[in-house]
């Protein structure tokens, strides 16, 4: 058999497939076509050389906002999938059923990366977010419609992967709990998951974990005071436990502020690393402190994840949790996405979502990306200083925070 591309002399990491050893990955019309000791470099058009690479299944990015141009928070997906090592985005509620069908025709249909999406339980998705205007999409119920966001998940059943919610006094207002009722109803009419979101209370993370089914997702789990996870002590909260017990997965989702390293050394010490780790990545944290998937994968590593954990975490879990078996792996026969990573050496300093700074002596980085078959190198690759370089922008506009990440032509 004739291949159109292999990737030769890596160290491939495959946790779903229990690999972890040298192999060459070769890819044909667009799927995975062999894995083997040695594969022929004859027997491709293209070769590779991954050699002293890490090979592993294409990042599966379970919490971002890709919906570039359609809302404030919105970032390019293509603008980042080389450089992070993601060939799957799936967007947490940038669109609700009101712009779903926006979202699908301007940027999923034109993205080079594979965009999947939660539907806001919102109609209108998350429209008023930035550092100088914030407006929860569900302060006002009327926005919160069930129906409409179960017909939107029917419509688009093959792009959708769930139910979205932001719950808390930012997203939700005086709404309290209701948006959260709303949303596990319209995830339970649509036979879907409910991803939720909890920002600060009311309410408090003690409503809202309860409700959660087995296979739901509780995003920003290692998320700082209030809400957090852990006592002041470090002690893990009990009902945090039983959610984990329940089979709740429990989501990093960095973001602009739901990340501590605190209580990230607290979850961990007790057994409790994320099941999926996340960016949460939009406009007001691509430039830091999230950057993207690689650099929250670096961060859990540099805190005492194992690596194959960490990818784990990053390709078979939350493929697992959009029920995509086809992805998150490099299975024969599964889809040709693969990251084709490298562990750099140095000292890289990495800050949390509340300014605390950790020193770690290698992070991250990727050489390419194969989409579909289709070899996709990073041009950025040595430029691994963007971490260094980070300072909050607080005061900005809206207007000068888009043109210092996407220039001022915006292209």
């Not at 029917?154 to 992967?161: I, N």
């Not at 006094?169 to 939720?196: C, F, N, Q, W, Y």
């Not at 800050?351 to 950025?380: F, K, M, Y």
């Amino acid at each position: 058999m004739q291949f159109d591309l292999l990737l030769k002399g890596g160290r491939l990491i495959d946790p779903a497939s229990g690999i972890d050893a040298p192999r060459d990955v070769a890819i044909a019309n667009g799927r995975v076509a062999a894995v083997d000791a040695d594969i022929p470099a004859d027997r491709a058009a293209q070769v590779v050389d991954v050699t002293g690479c890490i090979v592993a299944p294409g990042l599966v990015d379970l919490h971002s906002h890709v919906y570039w141009g359609g809302t404030s928070l919105g970032v390019d997906a293509d603008r980042l999938a080389a450089k992070s090592g993601t060939t799957t985005f799936i967007d947490a509620g940038s669109a609700g059923a009101g712009n779903f069908l926006g979202f699908r025709r301007h940027v999923m249909e034109r993205s080079r990366a594979r965009i999947l999406a939660y539907v806001n339980i919102s109609f209108a998705g998350i429209f008023g977010f930035s550092q100088s205007v914030s407006v929860g999409e569900c302060s006002d119920l009327r926005l919160c419609e069930p129906r409409e966001v179960v017909a939107a998940a029917r419509e688009h059943a093959d792009v959708v992967v769930g139910v979205k919610v932001r719950s808390g006094k930012h997203a939700g207002g005086t709404s309290g709990i209701a948006p959260v009722d709303l949303a596990l109803e319209a995830a339970d009419r649509a036979g879907l998951p409910l991803m939720a979101h909890i920002d600060e209370p009311p309410p408090g993370r003690s409503e809202v974990l309860p409700r959660l089914r087995r296979g739901d997702i509780l995003t920003h789990c290692f998320r700082p005071f209030p809400n957090a996870p852990v006592f002041a002590s470090g002690a893990v909260r009990p009902d945090m436990r039983l959610a984990r017990e329940r089979g709740v997965i429990f989501d990093l989702g960095h973001g602009m502020g739901s990340f501590d390293f605190d209580v990230a050394r607290a979850m961990l010490a007790e057994g409790l690393a994320p099941d999926v780790i996340s960016s949460d990545v939009h406009l007001y944290c691509v430039d830091g402190p999230a950057f993207d998937i690689l650099v929250c994968m670096s961060k859990l590593m540099a805190l005492g994840m194992p690596l194959v954990e960490v990818l784990r975490a990053a390709t078979q879990a939350p493929a697992r949790a959009i029920a995509r078996p086809d992805l998150g792996t490099l299975a024969v026969g599964t889809v040709g996405d693969v990251a084709v990573l490298r562990q750099r050496s140095g000292r890289f300093t990495f800050v949390d979502a509340v300014g605390a700074a950790l020193v770690a002596d290698q992070r991250l980085v990727s050489e390419g990306i194969v989409i579909g078959g289709t070899w996709w190198p990073n041009e950025a690759v040595n430029d691994v200083s963007e971490t260094e370089r980070f300072e909050a922008h607080a005061a900005h506009t809206h207007v000068e925070v888009a043109a210092r990440h996407f220039g001022d032509r915006h292209d």
